[in-house]
C-alpha cells in the first residue's frame, strides 16, 4: 500500500519562496500512474492542477504559475515570488492517462493528505 506524504508547506510573506516535497512511502510495486503532480485546493473554489511531471520527465504548469512554480524529477515543487492568492491546501497526486498528463485533476485518482501554504 503506497502512501504519498507532502512536507514543506507554511506561511509565508508575498514575494517568498516556499518548496513542497512529495515522498511516497509503502512498496511502488505494480505501480501504475505515470504521472505526478501537485493539485490545490483553496477555500470555495474548485481543486486547480498546479504542475505535473511524466515518466518522461515532461513537465506541464497552469498558466497561473508559471514562470514562478518549477516541478521537479524528484515530485518537488519549488515556488517562487508567491502570491496571496496560491494560498491553498496542496496535495501530491499520482494518476496516469490524458486527464493527467493535460493536468486536468480528474486524471488524478491518489493524493496525499496536503499541506497548507498560506501567503500574506
Known amino acids: 500500500h503506497v502512501q504519498l506524504v507532502e512536507s514543506g508547506g507554511g506561511s509565508v510573506q508575498a514575494g517568498g519562496s516556499l518548496r513542497l516535497s512529495c515522498v511516497a512511502t509503502g512498496s511502488t510495486i505494480g505501480w501504475q500512474f505515470d504521472c505526478m503532480a501537485w493539485l490545490r485546493r483553496a477555500p470555495g473554489k474548485a481543486v486547480e492542477g498546479v504542475a505535473a511531471i511524466d515518466s518522461d520527465g515532461r513537465t506541464r504548469s497552469a498558466d497561473s504559475v508559471k514562470g514562478r512554480f518549477t516541478i521537479s524529477p524528484d515530485k518537488s515543487l519549488q515556488m517562487d515570488n508567491l502570491k496571496p492568492e496560491d494560498s491553498a491546501m496542496y496535495y501530491c497526486?499520482?494518476?496516469?492517462?490524458?486527464?493527467?498528463?493535460?493536468?486536468?485533476?480528474?486524471?488524478?485518482?491518489?493524493w496525499g493528505q496536503g499541506t497548507q501554504v498560506t501567503v500574506s
Open positions: 497526486a499520482a494518476g496516469r492517462g490524458v486527464d493527467a498528463h493535460l493536468l486536468r485533476p480528474s486524471g488524478y485518482g491518489y
